[in-house]
């Protein structure tokens, strides 16, 4: 599987999530990783990119409240979300995108996240 994502689930509002996408080295190794997500009825949005050094940029709406980083060793790209609100609720997709140095874009399968009381 070149990006298998999980983590997702259902949280109270205020709660925590990490979210991790395991990758293939061949797509993983020196490329930009992102994470995006798609609430119903939207389109999908970027949230959150991590370079190859592990520099990280986000979104203003999830600025502070989420953090992208990732492991080298293991191949892994995660997104710890702090304080997650009604409508952070989407599914969350993994991806390489071309621009950020693979030779086409990958996405992962997508993991639903439902924040709610």
């Not at 986000?58 to 980083?69: D, E, L, P």
Request: include cysteine; charge should be positive; aromatic fraction near 10%.
């Amino acid at each position: 599987v070149q990006l298998q994502a999980s983590g997702g689930g259902l949280v109270q509002p205020g709660g925590s999530l990490r979210l991790s996408c395991a990758a293939s080295r061949s797509i993983f190794s020196g490329n930009v990783m992102a994470w995006h997500r798609q609430a119903p009825g939207k389109q999908r949005e970027l949230v959150a990119i991590i370079d190859s050094h592990g520099t990280p940029e986000y979104v203003n709406a999830v600025k502070g409240r989420f953090t992208i980083y990732r492991d080298n060793a293991k191949n892994t790209v995660y997104l710890q979300m702090n304080s997650l609100k009604p409508e952070d609720t989407a599914v969350y997709y993994c991806n390489t995108p071309r621009w950020g140095g693979a030779d086409r874009d990958y996405w992962g399968q997508g993991t639903q996240v439902t924040v709610s009381s």
